[in-house]
């Protein structure tokens, strides 16, 4: 089955900085790749997501990049603000599976 | 639009007791459904998932059990909880195999 490994487990970064997570899969059928955050106590909720026929996406100061050929995909957040700070997760899909990363403590400092 | 609805929101139950968690979906049919189990601090671990009723597909051996008695209900179940049963159950939906997953508000459980 699919492997998402996440990196890193915790980041911190000053407000206004960018914060960069990364994602590596093992299954070249993978095929979707969305990216969650989830506050403390609540469910994770979509922030952005990325096909495999897209090499980039970009919404507003979050984008998703994805490097097929190297399997690997990674969540960019730039002018980071505190209320960015969050855990976040990426996931791969497999059929009719998502394969969930460990997660990212994000903090930002203001 | 679509909701997703889990209950309860918290429960604290002695090991050996049974259980039941329920989670329903609004506004759409068909979904695919999903249970995963998040434990503190760590990534989600998914437990079952489901393409229709009365059909599902087990990812880890456990004491767990679920079922799909209608289009848009998911049940988890326990005959007898341990205490590694202890965590945040979140129920998710997706429509069809290549959407995004939405995620319920959870279920906090904690045994004793």
């Known amino acids: 089955g699919e492997n998402v490994e996440q990196h890193p487990s915790t980041l911190s970064v000053q407000e206004g900085d960018s914060a960069v997570i990364k994602c590596t899969y093992s299954d070249s059928a993978s095929n979707y790749f969305p990216w969650y955050k989830q506050e403390l106590g609540k469910r994770p909720q979509l922030i952005i997501d990325i096909r495999s026929n897209v090499g980039e996406k970009k919404d507003q100061r979050i984008a998703v990049t994805l490097n097929k050929t190297a399997k690997h995909f990674s969540l960019h957040i730039t002018e980071t603000q505190p209320e960015d700070s969050a855990v976040y997760f990426c996931?791969?899909?497999?059929?009719?599976?998502?394969?969930f990363g460990t997660g990212t403590s994000l903090t930002v400092i203001p | 639009s679509q909701t997703i609805h889990q209950w309860p929101a918290t429960l604290v139950q002695p090991v050996g007791s049974p259980l039941s968690l329920e989670c329903t979906v609004e506004g759409t049919s068909n979904p695919n459904l999903y249970w995963y189990r998040q434990a503190a601090g760590r990534g989600l671990q998914l437990l079952f998932y489901?393409?229709?009723?009365?059909?599902i597909s087990s990812e880890v051996p456990q004491n767990l059990s679920a079922s799909r008695p209608q289009d848009r209900q998911f049940i988890l179940s326990s005959k007898k909880l341990l205490l590694s049963d202890s965590g945040f159950y979140l129920c998710?939906?997706?429509?069809?195999?290549?959407?995004?997953?939405?995620f319920g508000p959870g279920t906090r459980l904690l045994v004793l």
């Open positions: 489901s393409v229709g009723i009365g059909q």
């Open positions: 996931a791969g899909l497999t059929g009719n599976q998502f394969y």
């Open positions: 998710a939906w997706g429509q069809g195999l290549r959407e995004t997953q939405y």
